[in-house]
C-alpha cells in the first residue's frame, strides 16, 4: 500500500539554525499537510497546501516556518531560525483530491532543538 | 468553533472490549475519524465516517455516531496487547475540505 515517507526521522539541531524538513506525499494526492505534536500534547495543524500554494495556516506558522513543492515528488517544511519551542514530532499528511478522502500521514520527523 | 473532546486515559483487560468515546462541538456537516498512533510511530488512520451515518464497522471495530449529542465512539472488541496505543478522534468540515482538528488523544492501555 502506497505511503507518505518523511525523512529524516530524528533531527538534532542547535537553536538559530535552518532545518529542512523533507516528506514524499502518495503519487496521485494533490492536498499536502504539515501537523506538528509536541511531546505530549495533541495534534496541532500547521499548513495546508494545494495547487502550488498555501491553502491555509495556523497562527503557528509564522515567518519562520515555510514550505516547499521543489519537484514533482517532494514536499517540504522550513524553519528558518529554529527556536526551543519548536521541538516537536512532525508530520506529514496528504489526501487525494476527491471529497471523502481522509489524510495519510507518515511517520513524522522528530525535531531536537538545543 | 472546533473542538474535540477525550478522555486521556482508559484502561481494560486483554479479551475485553474497548470504547473510546469523543465529543466534537461543530454541528456542520463533517467527517470524524480514528487515527491510531503507537509509541514512537506516525499516525495511523483506523477507519472514518460521515456524519450521515450513525455507525460503521471494520472487523473488530465499530464506529457509533450520535450526531444530535454530537458524540462519536470507537469499539474494539476482544481487546489485545497490540491495541494498546494513542487513539486521536479527529474532525474536518465537508466545504473546508482542508485541514483536519484532532482530539488530545485517549491513551489504551491493555491489563494482562
Known amino acids: 500500500e502506497p505511503e507518505v515517507t518523511q525523512t529524516p526521522s530524528h533531527q538534532v539541531t542547535q537553536m538559530g539554525q535552518e532545518v529542512i524538513l523533507r516528506c514524499v506525499p502518495i503519487?496521485?494526492?494533490?492536498?499536502f499537510y504539515w501537523y506538528r505534536q509536541i511531546l505530549g500534547q495533541k495534534v496541532e495543524f500547521l499548513v495546508s497546501f494545494y495547487n502550488n500554494e498555501i491553502s491555509e495556516k495556523s497562527e503557528i506558522f509564522d515567518d519562520q516556518f515555510s514550505v516547499e513543492r521543489p519537484d514533482g515528488s517532494n514536499f517540504t517544511l522550513k524553519i528558518r531560525s529554529t527556536k526551543l519551542e519548536d521541538s516537536a514530532m512532525y508530520f506529514c499528511?496528504?489526501?487525494?483530491?476527491?471529497?471523502?478522502?481522509?489524510?495519510?500521514f507518515g511517520n513524522g520527523t522528530r525535531l531536537t532543538v538545543t | 468553533g472546533e473542538d474535540v473532546e477525550q478522555s486521556l486515559f482508559l484502561s481494560v483487560r486483554e479479551g475485553d472490549s474497548s470504547v473510546i468515546n469523543c465529543t466534537y462541538t461543530?454541528?456542520?456537516?463533517?467527517?470524524l475519524y480514528w487515527y491510531k498512533q503507537e509509541p514512537g510511530a506516525g499516525l495511523q488512520l483506523l477507519t472514518y465516517?460521515?456524519?450521515?451515518?450513525d455507525m460503521k464497522q471494520d472487523q473488530r471495530l465499530t464506529v457509533l455516531l450520535n450526531k444530535k449529542d454530537k458524540h462519536l465512539s470507537l469499539r474494539i472488541a476482544d481487546t489485545q496487547t497490540g491495541d494498546s496505543a494513542i487513539y486521536f478522534c479527529?474532525?474536518?468540515?465537508?466545504?473546508?475540505?482542508?485541514?483536519?482538528?484532532f482530539g488530545k488523544g485517549t491513551r489504551l492501555h491493555i491489563l494482562p
Open positions: 465516517i460521515f456524519s450521515n451515518m
Open positions: 461543530d454541528s456542520s456537516s463533517t467527517y
Open positions: 499528511a496528504s489526501r487525494e483530491d476527491r471529497r471523502n478522502s481522509p489524510l495519510h
Open positions: 503519487s496521485n494526492h494533490l492536498y
Open positions: 479527529a474532525e474536518s468540515k465537508v466545504n473546508r475540505d482542508d485541514k483536519i482538528i
